[in-house]
Every structure is written in structure tokens, then in C-alpha cells.
């Protein structure tokens, strides 16, 4: 009997034993120079009674460093009675600063913006931006306060819209720095003066740690001069859900105030091991006589992304995004560039009632050092969008050639996107955004 005891608790106690061992939160300990002790524990994704698990842990520091608020983040662990205990010692600042954007290319166009953080000494991020071109401008003005994120933002453009054979158009907006109209001349169809004016309000809520919920209504105008066209009101409002485990985050602007660095060390090493990232959205945009439009829309889109970051650092990055405007009228339509990667730039463009896009890029760190990071980053991308009753492509390839300093977080370098349809080719310098 005693052996069959000895046989059973071998087999079946690491079952039992896996099973007891799980450990939850105990208390979170915080402090900061700034922010209050309870801002700083709401601010921290693992609470009190949270399973704990060193992956969630080490995520939960990353959300700190994130805020770019910090000057020195440490963290420290002690078991207590099946528990872990967390200690939080911070020294948090402030910045505010005004910053200017450039873009290159075919046409100009330029901006300024103004960026605060932690003012308030809640973390928070608020923002406010102003730019224009060629073909008009646009405002917007935002916060990110723990869970929530509000923007307002106003366009106005006012543009030659142009048709080509094979059904091109020509691309446009605030920062759309191409120009088509010698290039295509021999190919011009018709074209038409475009007025359009555009304000929304977005609100974002995050329910956990990976889903977030938005809705967007926004007020919309269109003005053509020929009779025919869809002028007049296209007020519509947006809603989405979008689900997301990225492997790095972008930065702000803290590190420019010698706040926000606090994760450079970590960023520097190489990883233990290879690991993934993931972005999935579903979004519905829809108008009628109830959103004060005088035309219908009923418009539905998915987007996904997959990360892979190698051990050097190094990534892999596949994007698929898909729309079906089951009811649209011509303005509303589906634009070709709205379903690539956004990573080439295009003089012209495709519209249709539906489709589909794919991209895949590959981001090369050149140099990644003390001083900043210099990477290439060659891509390919395409999209097939349903017009005239059938599917016509839209594909590019290319590479940007990028530099970042650590102090000073935004890219600025070189982009060339080669339009695998009509040949044409861009060559453009950038200055902010984002890798």
C-alpha cells in the first residue's frame, strides 16, 4: 500500500503542486517626486489581487516608462505570504515645448506643434497641432489622461481633384506632398474644384490592457461647382474596437525635456529571445438623415498587424487591411492609399466600392547606439479595389532611410516609393512622424 502511495503522490503531486502555485499581487508600494502616491499605483497595470506572472509584470513597467514622465524608474519585488509585493520608487518632471514639422517632395508643406506632459502631474500627454499646404490646413488639439483620449481636430482643403485613364486620381491632402498634374497631363480625363470642410471629436477609452473602444462623430462638408457631383453634407460618425499587444511603443516628446529615457539601457540590449506583436481593429462609419447628411453611408473596416522582433532588435512587419462601402456615394468612397501601409507615397490613387490591401516591411537597424538609431526599412505593398465593375491594383515598393536621436525622438531622413502600376517614382525628405 505504501508503494502504491509513493507511485500516486509521483505521478500526480506536480499536477497539484502547479496548480497551488500561482502567486497574486499583495500590496503595490509607490512614490514619485511629483505625482501622488495614488496616481502613480492607478497608473501601474497590475493591482492588488492581479495574478502575477513575470510577463505581465514586466509589461506593466513598460506602460510606466511609456508616459516618457520619468527621469528614474525602479521597480523591486517581495514575496509575502504567497504574495508579491511591489515597490515603485520614481522621479517624475514636467516639459512643455513647441516643436516645428517639415515635408518634402512635389509640393511643400509644413507645421507646428506644442506638446505638454505631467503639468497636471496626472501623466498625462496633451497636444496641440497646426499645419498646411497646397491644398489647405488643419488643426487639432488633444490629451491622453490614464485610460482616456480626447481629440478635436478641424480641415479645410481646397484642391483640384483630377481623373486619368485606367481610373487614377490624384492624391490629396494636407500633407500629401506629390504632384501629378505634369507628369499626366497627356492622360487627363476631366477635373473638378473640390472644397471640403471637416471637424471631429474623437474619444477613446481603454477597457484593459490590450482593447480600446472609440467613436468619432464628425462634421463633414463637400463643395463641387458641377452639378452631379455629391455636394453638400456628409456628417457621419465612426465607432471601433481595436485590440493590441504591440511589441514597442512610440515615443513622445519627454525626452527632450532629459525626461523619458528611462527604458534607453533596456532598449539598447538585445533581446533574450525572439518575440512577437499583434494590432487587430474592426471600425463602422455610418450616415443618413439622422447624422444631418444629405447622402447614406454604411461603411465597415478591418485592419491587423504582426510584429516579429528578432533578438538584434531587429523587425519584421506585415499589415492586412480591408473596407466594403456597402453604401456610399461618390465623396465617401474607398481611396486605394486608405488600404495600403502608409509607408509609400503616391502621386495618384485609385477609388472603389471595396477591397483589400497587404504590406510587408522589414526595419534594419543600421546603427543603434548611445546616440541614436539609424535604420532602413525597405517595403512592399499593394491593394485591390473593386471600380467599374472590377479589381484593379494598387502596389509600391521602396525603402526609408531613417535617423533618431534618443534626445530628440523624431525620425527625420529620406523616402523612395516606386508605383509598381504607371512607374512613377518619389523621392521625398521627412521630418517627424513616426518609424
Known sequence: ????????????????LS???????????????????????RLFLLKPNDLFSPQLYEKAQDDLHNLRVFKKLEFQTQDRLGKKD??????????????????????NAAALSLAAGNL???????FFFAGGSDDGFTTMAGANIAKDFFSLSFTKLNFQQRFYQNDWSNTFGVFS????????????LDQTHTRKEQLAFTYMRRLSRTLRIWVRPEYVQYSYPDVGLDGGSHNQIAFGLRLTDDVRKGLNMGALSGYGLTDKKKSLQNLPR????????????????????????SKLGLKGEWIVEFKNRHMWVFQLQAQDAFKASFSDEILSTELLSGMGRYDRQRRGKRGAGAAASFIFYLVRNETGL??????????????????????????????????????FGINYTRNLQDGSQQIGFVFGGKF
Open 274 to 297: 525572439m518575440r512577437q506583436g499583434y494590432a487587430a481593429e474592426i471600425f463602422y462609419s455610418a450616415a443618413g438623415s439622422w447624422t444631418g447628411s444629405d447622402y447614406t453611408l
Open 86 to 107: 511591489i515597490f515603485i520608487n520614481a522621479q517624475d518632471g514636467y516639459y512643455i515645448f513647441p516643436l516645428a514639422f517639415a515635408s518634402g517632395g512635389k509640393k
Open 374 to 411: 539609424l535604420s532602413l526599412a525597405p517595403f512592399y505593398e499593394i491593394a485591390y479595389l473593386y471600380t467599374n465593375n472590377r479589381y484593379l491594383p494598387h502596389s509600391g515598393a521602396g525603402a526609408s532611410l531613417t535617423y533618431k536621436l534618443w534626445r530628440f525622438p523624431f525620425p
Open 1 to 16: 500500500m505504501k508503494k502504491v502511495s509513493l507511485v500516486y503522490l509521483c505521478l500526480f503531486s506536480p499536477f497539484y
Open 120 to 126: 497636471f502631474k496626472q501623466g498625462e500627454s496633451t
Open 177 to 188: 506632398t506629390t504632384d501629378d498634374k505634369d507628369e499626366y497631363s497627356n492622360e487627363l
Open 19 to 41: 496548480a497551488q502555485v500561482s502567486v497574486t499581487v499583495g500590496e503595490v508600494h509607490a512614490q514619485a517626486t511629483r505625482m501622488s502616491s495614488k496616481t502613480l499605483q
